[in-house]
């Protein structure tokens, strides 16, 4: 029977709303796991534990898209969700037909259960609702599985693009073997190169999500050479907006579920090799200067020429030689620059108070002749900063830290 909040009706069953006389995850989990899982090569290849919890959260995020049609709130999240689950049972293999026989299974078990609480008597207008809101959910799934499993095709076909796109970062492509692949390769390509911010290699899924992300965002047309910690992206100039550059790496670090370092440089076909050389140097100084998302190369390209190995660099890195004996002042100088020298960012960064910053950055102007606090200060020991961690060659050992994190000497008071 429909009672109403407002002006919104709200359809009962039994007195309670339709959205509240869902099974519970575990009633529907339980059988697709016997059912689907546990007697199929599944479970040779997945850790038993890996498998409950997907079939769990796959159960958990199609009762939440149907309770969500009941009530008429935005289904995007659930939908995800399931397309998610959908696509990681794929890629282990699940056949499309399994696929839609389990997730008939759970939806027919949750219609069941619903219907069961039914009074015919006073309870018709909630089993049509029931019926609609079904009919709908199994249009929704449908479409999610056919998707899903559509893009893994593409994702199958992409193995072959793989392979032309290494040979193109290897500087060896040559047209037959792209004609072979069944890839037309561009006259030029943005080429991004993307470092994942982690202590830990990403998992195997992780990088499927990644690879996922950049065949989705650019329908085919990147090439790409993903790996556990690097990705190099090969996308045709004519195929990408520069302006979406940092919108489209924040898509990968969603992906990866990590912090990312990001840049690209533009190449002709023939010049990728050196392009993707050119980002990885672009990589390791925001490495050193602890920056992260996305820098273009012409942003750093001071830092970059910096980095070449010269006189003028070593000239520049001996001016942080008086620093030396000062290691607390050096990652306080370090970790200054990381934060566009912003105090109140630096002392949070080390954990300390921000007169602290103040005393230590004095001392550096005190000893170095140059203000940290100061324009040109700034310039000039970001500059010797860049070609000491780099130009010069100088290797980075256990008492200077990871550049990933202030080391603990500077967050010391």
């Known amino acids: 029977m429909p009672d109403s909040v407002g002006s919104a009706p709200i359809v009962t069953m039994a007195g309670r709303p339709l959205a509240d006389c869902l099974p519970a995850v575990s009633t529907i989990s339980g059988t697709i796991m016997s ?15 890996t498998l409950r919890r997907d079939v769990i959260a796959m159960v958990k995020a199609c009762l939440e898209l149907t309770a ?8 995007s999240k659930p939908l995800a969700d399931v397309r998610f689950g959908v696509t990681e049972w794929a890629r282990e293999g699940v056949t499309v037909d399994a696929m839609h026989a389990a997730v008939h299974t759970g939806t027919q078990m949750a219609f069941d259960h619903l219907t069961a609480q039914a009074k015919l008597t006073e309870d018709h207008l909630a089993v049509a609702e029931v019926a609609r809101v079904f009919v709908e959910l199994a249009s929704r799934l449908a479409t999610v599985i056919s998707q899903s499993y559509s893009d893994e095709m593409h994702a199958a076909r992409g193995e072959a693009a793989d392979a032309v796109a290494a040979a193109l970062i290897a500087g060896n492509a040559t047209p037959a073997m792209a004609r072979a692949c069944q890839v037309r390769l561009a006259e030029s390509y943005f080429v991004f190169t993307v470092a994942f911010v982690n202590r830990q290699i990403l998992s195997r899924r992780s990088v499927r999500r990644v690879r996922a992300e950049v065949s989705h965002q650019w329908d085919g047309h990147a090439l790409t050479q993903i790996g ?6 090969l996308i045709p100039q004519d195929h990408f907006d520069p302006a979406e550059a940092e919108r489209f790496v924040e898509h990968i670090a969603a992906a990866a579920h990590t ?3 990001a840049t690209f440089v533009s190449a002709r076909a023939d010049g990728i090799s050196e392009a993707v050389a050119r980002g990885q140097a672009v990589l390791e100084i925001m490495r050193c200067l602890r920056l992260d998302g996305l820098e273009r190369f012409e942003d750093l390209s001071l830092e970059y020429q910096l980095s070449r190995p010269g006189a003028a660099g070593r000239h520049l890195a001996a001016t942080l030689d008086s620093l ?3 290691p607390v002042l050096l990652e306080t100088l370090k970790a200054h620059l990381a934060t566009r ?3 109140l960012r630096t002392a949070h960064l080390l954990h300390i108070h921000p007169n602290t910053v103040d005393y230590r950055l004095n001392k550096i102007a005190e000893i170095t002749g140059l203000d940290p606090m100061h324009s040109d200060g700034v310039w000039r020991l970001r ?9 010069v060659g ?8 990871d550049p990933d994190n202030a080391a603990p000497a500077a967050q010391a008071c």
């Open 324 to 326: 030396e004996q000062h």
């Open 68 to 75: 969500r049609l009941f009530t008429g709130e935005d289904a």
């Open 259 to 261: 912090r990312v370092r």
């Open 341 to 343: 020298s912003t105090r």
């Open 35 to 49: 059912r689907f899982i546990v007697d199929s090569a599944l479970s040779g290849r997945v850790p038993l534990a």
């Open 228 to 233: 556990t910690r690097t990705a190099t992206l």
């Open 394 to 401: 100088e290797p980075e050992t256990a008492d200077r830290g």
């Open 383 to 391: 500059s010797a900063l860049v070609a000491r961690m780099i130009g």
